[in-house]
């Protein structure tokens, strides 16, 4: 029972579960209601800390086991230093767990279906089309699959919001050929940057949106 209590311990566990992981049977619903409450706060902070969120998953590769921390660590070093406002989680996302602070049931609770995630905050889009530039390496083994952005005092989701709402109901009915189309109708200069954001995501396939976390967050994803 030593290991289980170390789990607890980490977890920072309140001391009556403590009392009721002594009967054996009931440790793995135990730690898994544990760990999920835990992670669903701290993810919830980082919600709140940050305002842009990305989920990446691991490249389809037929019959090849790759090191998913070396290439991992090897993505977050490569981007350490294009946005220093940012926090990349060492561990793969606890989904049920992200559900639970965005309030959303988008992620599969399945322990097959694995994200790596960042938190971070951006001003402009250039940290985001640099990831989406990483990922394009065939070395990265990563690939962009959700991209959240807080819809108060986040001027990208203001922007791509405002858009998706002035045309003609795309916003529930996205499509490839429709975030092209909203693209191309960029006001002025200054929001040429978020227009080649848009055209970056179309092409990496990420044209899914929703409104999630009671409102706060709009959420872009691959179909």
């Given at each position: 029972m030593g290991r289980y209590f170390r789990i607890l311990k980490a977890l920072d566990a309140p001391r009556f579960v403590y009392k009721y992981s002594k009967t054996k049977n009931t440790v793995p619903e135990l730690q898994h209601q544990v760990e999920c409450r835990?992670?669903?706060?701290?993810?919830s902070k980082y919600l709140s800390d940050y305002n842009t969120f990305a989920l990446f998953q691991w490249q389809p590769l037929k019959d090849l086991e790759i090191d998913k921390e070396y290439?991992?660590?090897k993505f977050v070093h490569s981007l350490d230093h294009s946005n220093q406002n940012a926090i990349f989680l060492r561990d793969k996302?606890?989904?049920e767990a992200m559900n639970a602070s965005l309030k959303s049931t988008m992620l599969s609770r399945s322990y097959d279906d694995e994200y790596r995630c960042t938190f971070q905050t951006v001003s402009e889009p250039y940290p985001i089309k640099n990831m989406l530039r990483l990922t394009g390496d065939l070395d990265a083994r990563l690939q962009l699959h959700t991209l959240g952005l807080r819809t108060k005092d986040n001027n990208i989701a203001s922007y791509i919001q405002t858009l998706l709402e002035e045309s003609e109901n795309m916003y529930k009915n996205l499509s490839y050929e429709k975030l092209l189309s909203i693209a191309k109708k960029t006001r002025s200069d200054k929001d040429k940057p978020i227009k080649e954001l848009l055209y970056t995501?179309?092409?990496?396939?990420?044209?899914n949106s929703r409104i999630v976390g009671t409102g706060q967050w709009l959420v872009l994803s691959k179909a």
């Open positions: 835990v992670l669903t706060r701290k993810y290439f991992w660590k996302l606890h989904n995501l179309a092409e990496n396939g990420i044209i």
